[in-house]
Nanobody, 118 residues
Framework: QVQLEESGGGSVQAGGSLRLSCVAS????????MGWFRQAPGKEREFLAS????????RYADSVEGRFTISAERYKNTVYLQMNDLKPEDTAVYYC???????????WGQGTQVTVSS
């Protein structure tokens, strides 16, 4: 089992940038696919990006491709989400997630709030 802890959220003006971090702990971290999701008030949780450790199998949602970048530092067991050109509609709670093999994402962090003002 892996545990996840996000950090890096905050408030920013439209057009600004933030970088979220997710530290993963557990014996088999490298076996998981890591992902980022978000949930805005009154909306369903939305997939943003995912990757395997080592920078392979990177995927993005159409809504963020070109503005958000997922990356990782394996020796720190840390996954990042660099968010550029932020828009008010990016305001949400952002979650780090992990899945093992072909399973759904089933391990979640506590979430970090991102607020973008116009």
């Amino acid at each position: 089992q892996v545990q996840l802890e996000e950090s890096g959220g905050g408030s920013v003006q439209a057009g600004g940038s933030l970088r979220l971090s997710c530290v993963a702990s557990g014996r088999t971290v490298s076996s998981y696919t890591m992902g980022w999701f978000r949930q805005a008030p009154g909306k369903e949780r939305e997939f943003l990006a995912s990757m395997r450790w080592g920078g392979v199998n990177i995927r993005y949602a159409d809504s963020v491709e070109g503005r958000f970048t997922i990356s990782a530092e394996r020796y720190k067991n840390t996954v990042y989400l660099q968010m550029n050109d932020l828009k008010p509609e990016d305001t949400a709670v952002y979650y780090c997630a992990a899945r093992y093999g072909g399973a759904d994402f089933g391990t979640w962090g506590q979430g970090t709030q991102v607020t973008v003002s116009s």
